[in-house]
């Protein structure tokens, strides 16, 4: 047999196909961090004005046609409305308007992203300047001085989300091509739960008390934790479920390269171009960094719809796994019987 021959029997129209979706995910994986993270740039953002009647509409005004966009401006009522909006993630900063002097004041939140603080205090104080004013900055929610540009709570969702697909990808693969029965989609989930609560744990434990990178709940990170590795490792199993080891490639696709750049955690959601704005939130890295942000900095506010996007991610992924699981019907080769074959040492696949 010829070496051409070789070859043309080593790959079949199946590893070609495999190889051609990699190829695809690479270069996806290119675009969507390069296209989400080559120019970040503050658009629309929620932003407070807290002025005297007389002047407060004009510097809305002046604010909302500032080049490019940066600011989505808003009249707010007080000082101390504008800082409980922050806390409340309601707006990402705001300017107090002194009546008498000519020094206003910026109040602004790091622990929600130090990148969209530091634009926020560039732009006032040339918008400041162009008025004979001078501006200084106030942080109403501060990052922690061992969270550098308030980047900890992103790659601890990373890591969580990192956890929860290849531990799926182990369980699926452990039973070698056998699609999950009943009883195997069971034993599944189960070690899934297992797994996210011991992941959730951990994370919260290293990033808080051991590194001291995150202030904050460590039960609340915790929890948090356990969601994320749960929805993002049922999600996973589910897609294998029904498209075999295609799924794992397209969990990737979901939590990676659409997930990851759109999360908010290397730049915060304003500074993004629109279409990963869009789908951040709706996907587990995002859902999850904005509740981490929370629980670290923002008094716990504002967590409601990210859990939910995070618990629809979770009951979606297993249901599917266990409908499809369910559906199945086969012999004492796939397990369907409650004899599941053994695997080389003598244990059972799940």
């Known amino acids: 047999m010829t070496f051409v021959d070789e070859v043309k029997n080593a790959v079949t129209p199946r590893a070609a196909l495999l190889v051609i979706g990699v190829l695809g995910l690479q270069l996806l994986f290119i675009a969507s961090y390069v296209g ?28 909302d046609g500032l080049p490019g966009g940066p600011l989505d401006p808003r009249t707010v009522g ?10 409340n993630r309601d707006i990402d900063g705001a300017l107090i308007v002194s009546p008498q002097g000519r020094t206003d004041t910026l109040l602004v939140a790091s622990g929600g992203g130090t ?23 106030v942080d109403v929610a501060p990052a922690s001085p061992d969270d550098f540009d308030g980047l900890s709570s992103f790659y601890l969702v990373v890591g969580w989300c990192v956890g929860g697909y290849l ?63 749960f929805s993002v490792g049922m999600i996973t199993l589910a897609l294998e479920a029904l498209t075999g080891i295609v799924g794992i490639g397209l969990a990737v696709l979901i939590i990676v390269i659409a997930g990851n750049p759109s999360a908010g955690g290397a730049f915060p959601l304003p500074m993004l171009p629109d279409f990963w704005r869009a789908i951040g939130p709706a996907l587990p890295p995002g859902a999850g960094t904005w509740v981490a942000r929370s629980i670290a900095y923002f008094r716990g506010n504002a967590v409601t719809g990210p859990l939910l996007v995070l618990s ?28 599941a074959p053994p695997s080389a040492g003598g244990s059972t696949a799940v």
């Not at 993270?37 to 002025?51: E, I, Q, S």
């Not at 990148?115 to 900055?137: C, D, P």
């Not at 744990?201 to 990178?213: E, K, R």
């Open 36 to 63: 989400a993270l080559h120019k970040p740039k503050p658009t629309d953002v929620a932003f407070g004005v807290v002025a005297p009647q007389q002047m407060s509409q004009q510097l809305v005004s002046q604010l």
């Open 78 to 87: 007080s000082e101390a409305e504008a800082r409980e909006q922050i806390m």
């Open 312 to 339: 629809a991610w979770a009951v979606a992924g297993t249901a599917l796994t266990l409908l499809l699981a369910m559906r199945r019907r086969g012999g004492p080769d796939d397990g369907s019987t409650g004899t």
């Open 167 to 229: 531990c799926a990808s182990i369980l699926a693969i452990s039973a070698g091509t056998k699609p999950a029965n009943r009883q195997r989609a069971l034993i599944r989930t189960a070690v899934m739960a297992v797994y996210a609560v011991a992941g959730g744990i951990g994370g919260a434990v290293i990033i808080g008390p051991i590194l001291g990178a995150l202030p904050g709940s460590v039960w609340g990170l915790a929890g948090l934790g356990a969601l994320v590795v």
């Open 115 to 137: 990148v969209l603080s530091s634009a926020l205090e560039r732009i006032l104080t040339q918008v400041e300047a162009g008025q004979q004013r001078t501006v200084r900055t």
